[in-house]
């Protein structure tokens, strides 16, 4: 079974640095890109961003490039998502998905969420 | 970027329903455009990908059509377990874009 596991919620200050995680299992972790998803409180989807793990290759949205970074550690199937300088505007639900190449861009499999709060 | 545009925004029904959400590209996509199911506290969920292919394991009362620009989403007999917030995602250009969601409540 295909399966995404994120690190768990998060509790953090304007100004502080932080990681996510977000684990791949059942599947061949090299084959499949992993994008990040925002979720603000109430709101709708905002993709991110992606990395394919077999060469760190990134694309980034204009839009979040340049205060987040991804990466991943394929000794352990796992992708990074990071900030170092966190703010209040954050405050948001992060999913992580995978899916195929160009020509398979859906997302057909989903992290549970990591829920990070910014709050001085 | 390309702007997707979800309409209705929120929509009531009942049981049995057929309901219908479109979602509109401002430019042609081709048939690059799936639908997702999201459900309070919980990720999205593939339904439908490459505008009309029925994703695993998902039942065939959900359906997708539609091609360029314009695109449609259909269940053709509201369920319980189908009251949920639906959105499109463009995968034709960078950035991937999202519909703003359509919210399908109980009438």
């Known amino acids: 079974e295909v ?22 299992s059942g599947y061949t972790f090299t084959s499949k890109w992993i994008s990040w ?22 694309n980034y949205n204009p839009s979040f490039r340049g205060h987040v970074s991804m990466s991943v550690d394929t000794s352990i199937d796992t992708a990074y998502l990071q900030w170092t300088s966190l703010k209040a505007a954050d405050s948001a639900m992060y999913f992580c998905a ?21 709050s001085s | ?17 057929r309901v219908t959400i479109t979602c509109q590209a401002n430019q042609d996509i081709s048939n690059y455009l799936n639908w997702y199911q ?7 969920k593939l339904l439908v990908y490459g505008a009309s292919n029925l994703q695993t394991g ?10 360029a620009t314009d695109f449609s989403f259909t269940i053709s007999n509201l369920q319980p377990e189908d009251f949920a917030t639906y959105y499109c995602h463009q995968y034709d250009d960078l950035p991937l874009t999202f519909g703003g969601g359509t919210k399908v409540e109980v009438k």
């Open chain 1, 3 to 24: 399966q995404l596991v994120q690190s768990g919620a998060e509790m953090k200050k304007p100004g502080e640095s932080l990681t996510i995680s977000c684990e791949g």
């Open chain 2, 1 to 17: 970027d390309i702007q997707m545009t979800q309409s209705p925004s929120s929509l009531s029904a009942s049981i049995g329903d």
């Open chain 1, 37 to 58: 998803v925002r979720q603000m409180p109430g709101k709708g989807l905002e993709w991110m961003g992606r990395i394919d793990p077999r060469d760190s290759y990134t």
């Open chain 2, 58 to 67: 998902v039942p065939s009362r959900f359906s997708g059509n539609g091609s």
């Open chain 2, 38 to 44: 999201q459900k309070p506290g919980e990720a999205p």
């Open chain 1, 98 to 118: 995978r899916s195929g190449g160009v020509s398979e861009n859906w997302f057909d499999s989903w992290g549970q969420g990591t829920l990070v709060t910014v």
